[in-house]
């Protein structure tokens, strides 16, 4: 019996009105992703990977087509989803552990639970020892790691990203790629994943949808089925990443 999936999206259409008329980002956007699976969604600048990340974090609505979470249409950011945007967005008055403590301030939970679960995110991203430092003192990957265990905070089904690592550098990016696929085995998540980069697409995802653009359309949706670690250097490694470009056309 086929499982219901985690995110399903359908014939998902996307224009905003502009001054100079209407922009057509996404149109006729199709494609689930299963519970616990890592899915990229890779595409150039303009394919409208960020209006999909939107959709699908319940912050804008579709204008054709739904976007659904367990079945049930997203028509509004929940808990359900962790999002973790590309520039960062953390609070800048708030030292680390007040940034990963956001999420569950929300919360119904005594004050000494919430603490534990604090340490316990900022020890899953590595950051132990920088629970006082504000972010302007710390380095890009480090926010980024504040991020993902803010989005982690309040335990959200999908972990949804949207270009993480753009900022960072190489060695850094590789580090959080190691530690982003170690949370994803160790806590069981759904991660969405939103790149332009095709090598970190075929580096870590089960599933590589592919945008083409003006509009941003399906492509084509590429299995990745190497055994992880993956070495980018590997033969099958690069064929993978060759096919996704020439999906690309560039
Ligand atoms: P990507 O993240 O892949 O670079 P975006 O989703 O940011 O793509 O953008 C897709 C298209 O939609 C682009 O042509 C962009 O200019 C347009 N677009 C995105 N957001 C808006 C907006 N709020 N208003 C008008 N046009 C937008
Ligand atoms: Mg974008």
Redesign the pocket.
Known sequence: MAVDPKVSVEGVGKS?E?ADGA?E?LRDVSFDVASGEFVCVV?P????????FRLIGGLESPTTGSVRLDGDPVTAPSTDVGIVFQEYHLFPWRTVSGNVRFGLEQQDIDSEARERRTQELIDLVGLDGFEDAYPSRISGGMKQRVGIARALAVDPDLLLMDEPFGAVDARTRDMLHEEVLDIWRETGKTVLFVT?DVEEAVKLADRVVVLGTEP?TVREIVDVDLPRPRSVTDESFVAHKEEVRALIGD
């Open positions: 905003y502009t922009v980002a595409g600048s303009g394919s409208g990977k960020t209006t999909l332009h941003g």
